[in-house]
Nanobody, 126 residues
Framework: EVLLVESGGGLVQAGGSLRLSCAAS????????IGWFRQVPGKEREGVAI????????HYKASVKGRFTVSRDYAKTTVYLQIDSLNPDDTAVYYC???????????????????WGQGTEVTVSS
């Protein structure tokens, strides 16, 4: 069974930092892209960062570049999203997702991801 489990969300003041975790199991971690998405009620889910196997690079949404950093621990099959200089616009539920076609593409389209975690909520107070 494929499982993605996020953790690390919480309430933080503007300017603070959080590190979100996405623990993966049930699939070959090295063969799938892992994307980080976020969603605010009433808005579409948006991608913020993708580690892509197709080019070996991490791609970031322009508005988060420089503040968000993705890293992977292959031994723990866990992907992390470090978020620095948090601001209220970062308030959302954050999800990680796995794309089994990661060696062929980098996609920001949520519908093309095969598995999703349950999400972890991040709230930034001003």
């Amino acid at each position: 069974e494929v499982l993605l489990v996020e953790s690390g969300g919480g309430l933080v003041q503007a300017g603070g930092s959080l590190r979100l975790s996405c623990a993966a199991s049930g699939f070959t971690f090295d063969d799938w892209n892992i994307g980080w998405f976020r969603q605010v009620p009433g808005k579409e889910r948006e991608g913020v960062a993708i580690f892509s196997l197709s080019d070996g690079m991490t791609h970031y949404k322009a508005s988060v570049k420089g503040r968000f950093t993705v890293s992977r621990d292959y031994a723990k099959t866990t992907v992390y999203l470090q978020i620095d200089s948090l601001n209220p616009d970062d308030t959302a539920v954050y999800y990680c997702a796995a794309d089994k076609h990661g060696r062929l593409r980098t996609t920001w389209m949520p519908d093309l991801y095969d598995y999703w975690g349950q999400g972890t909520e991040v709230t930034v107070s001003s």
